[in-house]
């Protein structure tokens, strides 16, 4: 049997070798790309997992602990990301056992769900599917002009404001779905993260945010937020700035706020854009959609048996597989939802670009 354990601080350039070396990246780059969760100072060693052979570490699995908020409703889930396997010691298994055993320990945390980005193919295996609603919204400055958006907002560069960061903060946490934020986590992510631009517009009536990633012509906005009525001529500005032609805007498909900006756009389209495993049936209900949320069936998950309801002999009984409850739950095939369902669906949950792992 393999032995699993947790990696120290003093292995934290041997980790970096690792990941580098099992996913073919360039050196530096986990840090820098993820240097609010993978540099020496935020790097949380008791939530990564490792299996080593000798002195070297063959394979490795992190949790990433993340509190979610929907129209005030909290919950834990987890993430999980840096799933790798150095190429010397593949197709043993190593990586079969490190998911096997991060999803235990995840169950015994009584996590609602965990997320993750990746191949749905493989980890299908292990319950997640594809799932999400995400707008992907085109935009030109002809699309904008054609909409009644022809005036520019003054534009500001986000170079280090601890004030500006408390306001961005406080402005993302008015959207109806959330993850928590510390502000040690914000810095990191705008001061050091790179190809990361954090622009903002701001005078007596308003403050409105957007973040930029990519250079140049490969940037997308992942994320906007503050005044609504600022936004659109934010975005306007932007594209004025960078002599851009066209760029995208990604933001969640499923809440009110998407009209605002679906107006202004010269394109859309929507796509799931994450992965996701039930672990509690109940508090994923629960968290969805509120305690309080009443079902005319009785809902069933068929590999691991758990229910969702009060045991009653005249309620019908609905039972799919897990992967089925993922997408009916999260959309976007909200299509295969059973009538009783229909009505509350689809969900609010978006992991925001920012929040991946």
């Not at 961005?168 to 705008?190: A, D, G, N, Q, Y």
């Not at 906005?221 to 594209?239: A, H, P, T």
């Not at 998407?258 to 799931?272: C, D, Q, Y």
């Amino acid at each position: 049997m393999v032995k699993i354990e947790n990696p120290s601080k003093k292995e934290f350039d041997k980790l970096m070798h690792f990941l580098e070396e099992s996913y073919d990246h360039s050196k530096g780059f986990f840090y820098l790309n993820y240097p609010q969760v993978l540099s020496k100072e935020t790097i949380d060693y008791n939530n990564a997992f490792v299996i080593k052979q000798g002195n070297r570490i063959a394979s490795l699995v992190s949790i990433y602990p993340q509190v979610v908020f929907i129209n005030g409703r909290k919950t834990t889930i987890g993430g999980i990301g840096s799933v790798s396997t150095h190429p010397d010691f593949r197709n043993k298994g190593y990586m079969r056992v490190l998911m096997d055993f991060c999803i235990d320990e995840m169950k015994k945390r009584n996590y609602s769900f965990s997320i993750l980005g990746g191949d749905r193919q493989r980890y299908n295996f292990w319950g997640y599917e594809t799932c999400g609603s995400n707008l992907v919204l085109t935009f030109s400055q002809r699309s904008f002009e054609k909409s009644g958006i022809t005036e520019s907002v003054p534009i500001f560069r986000y170079e280090g404001s601890a004030r500006i960061l408390e306001k961005i903060k406080k402005t993302h946490e008015e959207f109806s779905c959330w993850v928590e934020r510390k502000t040690v986590w914000l810095e990191k992510l705008f001061n050091k993260k790179i190809h990361t631009q954090l622009y903002y517009t701001e005078n007596k009536n308003g403050f409105a945010y957007a973040v930029a990633i990519g250079e140049r012509i490969e940037r997308k906005i992942v994320e906007i937020g503050g005044d609504k009525n600022l936004w659109c001529s934010l975005i306007y500005s932007l594209l004025k700035r960078w002599n851009m032609t066209v760029i995208n805007l990604y933001f969640p498909g499923n809440t009110q706020e998407s009209g605002i900006l679906l107006n202004h756009a010269g394109g859309f389209r929507i796509e799931p854009f994450f992965m996701i495993k039930i672990l509690s049936f109940k508090d994923t209900v629960d968290f969805l959609f509120g305690r309080n949320f009443q079902c005319d069936c009785f809902l069933k998950i068929i590999e691991t048996k758990q229910l969702y309801g009060k045991p009653d002999g005249n309620k019908k009984v609905i039972e799919f597989d897990e992967k089925k409850w993922v997408r009916i739950l999260f959309g976007p095939l909200v299509n295969e939802a059973p009538d009783c369902l229909k009505k509350c669906l689809p969900s609010q949950f978006y992991w925001w670009y920012l929040d991946h792992i």
